[in-house]
Antibody
């Protein structure tokens, strides 16, 4: 059974940093694309970044702006999101999601329960 | 402002059919598959439809997806009170080189 569990969220002051983790189980983590998607309070879903099985990454430049780094440790079945220079606009629930390939694209078939990041002074 | 455009709300009575639209461009819906997710209040999103019109196992056939050009639709027939949720469409955008989501549609069962 696929299980994704995020952790590391919390309250942080503007300009601060947080490292989110997503522990995966129930599937071969090392062969799947993994994503971070966030949702601000009362707002819609916003894609943040992805990492391919080999560790290469792609991110939403409008969100990340060089501040966030997505990494993975295939030996630990864990996905990470290092977030620096956080602003109030980064306040959101951060979800990790597994993506399965479909043709030249794919779909997010499993999501974690999310971890809340609140940026406030 | 979301890259994919959805109506903010939709409603119907039990048993009715409701359709939710998702409009994009040639760089996303026009050239890549569309996926749909639903989200109950306080819960994580769940995959509802993938590859434009494919239902994951466990999703009832009351739910159907379609796509034409740069627009996609999700239809829900035999509406039930349990269908009340937020619905999101998503697609890969080749120009942005990233995933884009619709702004979400809140479905109310009257």
């Amino acid at each position: 059974q696929v299980h994704l569990v995020e952790s590391g969220g919390g309250v942080v002051q503007p300009g601060g940093s947080l490292r989110l983790s997503c522990a995966a189980s129930g599937f071969s983590f090392s062969v799947y694309d993994m994503h971070w998607v966030r949702q601000a309070p009362g707002k819609g879903l916003e894609w943040v970044a992805l990492t391919w099985p080999d560790g290469t990454t792609q991110d939403n430049i409008d969100v990340v702006k060089g501040r966030f780094t997505v990494t993975r440790d295939n030996s630990k079945d864990t996905l990470y999101l290092q977030m620096n220079d956080l602003g109030v606009e980064d306040t959101a629930v951060y979800y990790c999601a597994r993506a399965s390939n479909y043709g030249i694209s794919g779909f997010h078939d499993y999501w974690g329960q999310g971890t809340l990041v609140a940026v406030s002074s | 402002q979301s890259v994919l455009t959805q109506p903010p709300s939709a409603s119907g009575t039990p048993g009715q059919t409701v359709t939710i639209s998702c409009s994009g461009t040639n760089s996303n819906i026009g050239s890549n598959i569309v996926n749909w997710y639903h989200q109950l209040p306080g819960a994580a999103p769940k995959l509802l439809m993938y590859g434009d019109d494919q239902r994951p196992s466990g999703v009832p056939d009351r739910f159907s997806g379609s796509k034409s050009g740069t627009s996609a639709s999700l239809a829900i027939s035999g509406l039930q009170s349990d269908d009340e949720a937020d619905y999101y469409c998503a697609a890969w955008d080749a120009n942005l080189e990233g995933w884009v989501f619709g702004g979400g549609t809140k479905l109310t069962v009257l």
